[in-house]
């Protein structure tokens, strides 16, 4: 397993972006083409439950009961989807940004009625001393949910920047996710303008982060 120290810069850029890191780029293709496979697969079961419908609706009411597992395996299509919607982000995200490791990076938060959330504890580039809690995407579909209720105990990898949007994994790398802040791209959100140094900025901008002049 490849391994990299914390950066003890500052600002904790410096090293080669995590683009470059051998497993990487496999890593996210693998993340893709599962999330691909699901929808398409979602697709498939949607499809041929409609065709059971259209056969049963003369049942009346029979119907319109077999109808419902369509609206819920439509819901889990758009899921895939929109996760897949932040490969794009990803891929900038390990362009710009080197892999660093974090200790105690996920813990899990319990909360009613889910069970257990993954919360991510990583340091603030500019002040290390203080921490920053990107927020996974994907609602009931979080996969760091379900690792952080198992336990980690291993050092957390990401790539970006906390106060902005991440990707994070488990060491290899595996298990990709992407984490962000709402003010990072969210119009209706007012974005991070102070505390920022002009590396950091440059490089929030440089993934299509919103950052305040």
């Not at 290390?128 to 957390?156: C, M, N, Y």
């Not at 298990?175 to 900025?201: N, V």
Request: net charge positive; hydrophobic share 45%; proline share 7%.
């Amino acid at each position: 397993m490849i391994r990299m120290n914390l950066s003890k810069n500052p600002e904790g850029f410096d090293g080669p972006v995590a683009w470059e890191t051998p497993g990487t780029r496999a890593a996210l293709c693998r993340w893709a083409a599962r999330l691909l496979a699901k929808m398409l697969g979602w697709i498939m079961v949607w499809l041929a439950w409609l065709y059971g419908v259209l056969i049963q609706l003369s049942w009346g009411a029979v119907a319109v009961l077999a109808g419902l597992p369509l609206v819920v395996i439509a819901y889990l299509v758009c899921a895939q989807l929109f996760a897949l919607s932040k490969l794009w982000r990803m891929y900038r995200i390990l362009k710009v940004y080197p892999w660093r490791q974090q200790r105690d990076g996920v813990r899990a938060k319990r909360q009613w009625p889910r069970g257990a959330r993954a919360v991510f504890v990583l340091p603030n580039p500019d002040r290390p001393e203080k921490t920053e809690s990107p927020e996974e995407q994907g609602g009931f579909f979080r996969i760091w949910d379900r690792v952080a209720r198992k336990g980690f105990h291993d050092e957390l990898w990401y790539a970006g920047d906390p106060r902005f949007a991440c990707v994070v994994a488990k060491p290899g790398p595996k298990t990709l996710s992407y984490a962000d802040q709402r003010t990072a791209y969210s119009l209706d959100t007012s974005p991070r303008r102070k505390g920022i140094s002009p590396e950091a900025r440059r490089r929030a901008r440089a993934i299509g982060a919103r950052v305040a002049d």
